[in-house]
């Protein structure tokens, strides 16, 4: 089945089994505007009525034209009025909200960077589950460099990925690295060449789509939880977590699946 509409600053669609956002602002290098804000929240909602009748397991997100996200609009802001403007709700009202939500996602996001990040683009990048760049892309932690602080979880994101001296250094110095760098530091899940980028991630989203989705959903909490708490706590955690995956219908469909010798269908139960 597939399914598309237009917004005006996205595109989504869905079909397969997988979901799609596109960033659709490529004259802005796809920075986040109010607009595009209320149509995410909108397209997440699409992505969760249609988890939970199965249509959906797996949401990408990506962008259109040379820019994955380039964070805010900065042409937006008007500098004669930036002192009454409270960016502390800007983030409250839409990018936090944006952020904690994806992470609670009854599907895994994949999040499939076509080109820079920067800024909040760049935390957005972070926030999936796995996050695939394509080898021209880049990552940027603009916000020094316009005297901001790193925000949409970026500072709980990038030392955790990638160590306090390397988050230091690409936040406080808000230098460009490359999409292969961010993989050899483990910033992100792969790189792969330009020419191969839309087929890996199709061959992605189509994985993900046909894999034991609860399970996955469980594993992303587990990890989620392992951020803060202690190895006795945190095998407590996997003891309910594993509890929950054993009476599910893909653990029967995957030991079934291991004996008779074939490929597992799950059904993401
Ligand atoms: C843009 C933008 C952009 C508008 C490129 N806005 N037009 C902040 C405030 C409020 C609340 C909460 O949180 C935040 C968090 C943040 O995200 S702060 C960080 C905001 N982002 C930035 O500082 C990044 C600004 N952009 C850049 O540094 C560069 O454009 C990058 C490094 C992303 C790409 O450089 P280039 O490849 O050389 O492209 P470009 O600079 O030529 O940009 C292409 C066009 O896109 C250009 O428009 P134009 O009409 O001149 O062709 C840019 O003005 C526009 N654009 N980023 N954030």
């Known amino acids: ?26 004259d802005k290098l796809n920075a986040f505007s109010d607009v595009m804000f209320g149509e995410m929240r909108d397209a997440m909602d699409r992505v969760e009525a249609a988890a939970a009748d199965g249509a959906v397991r797996v949401l990408v997100i990506t962008g259109a ?9 900065l ?3 008007d500098p004669a009025t930036l002192g009454d403007v409270d960016l502390g709700m800007v983030l409250e009202r839409d990018y936090n909200p944006m952020v904690l939500r994806l992470q609670k996602l009854p599907v895994p996001v994949l999040c499939a960077v076509n080109g820079v990040a920067a800024g909040a683009g760049a935390s957005l990048a972070l926030a999936g589950d796995i996050t695939v760049a394509a080898r021209s ?3 940027v932690l603009a916000f020094a460099r316009i005297g901001l602080v790193p925000d949409a979880g970026a500072t709980f994101l990038l030392p ?39 087929t ?23 990890l989620n939880c392992a951020e803060t708490s202690s190895l006795a706590d945190q095998v407590a955690a996997e003891r309910a977590m594993q509890a929950q995956a054993g009476r599910g219908a893909d653990f029967r469909e995957g030991v079934t699946a291991f004996r ?8 993401g139960r």
């Open 1 to 26: 089945m597939t399914a598309a509409s237009a917004y005006t600053f996205i595109r989504y669609s869905e079909a397969d089994g997988v979901a799609r956002i596109t960033l659709h602002r490529p």
């Open 137 to 139: 892309a880049n990552f």
């Open 200 to 222: 890996t991630i199709d061959a992605l989203a189509a994985r993900l789509a046909c894999a034991p989705t609860k399970a996955l959903i469980a594993t992303r909490a587990l």
């Open 65 to 73: 034209g040379r820019g994955f996200c380039a964070g805010a609009d």
């Open 260 to 267: 008779e010798k074939r490929p597992a269908v799950f059904r």
């Open 75 to 77: 042409a937006a802001i």
């Open 160 to 198: 955790r990925r990638i160590g306090r001296a390397r988050a230091a250094g690409l936040a406080m110095l808000g230098e460009k690295i490359d999409a292969t760098t961010a993989e050899r530091w483990g910033l992100i899940w792969q790189c792969v060449d330009d020419a191969d980028f839309a």
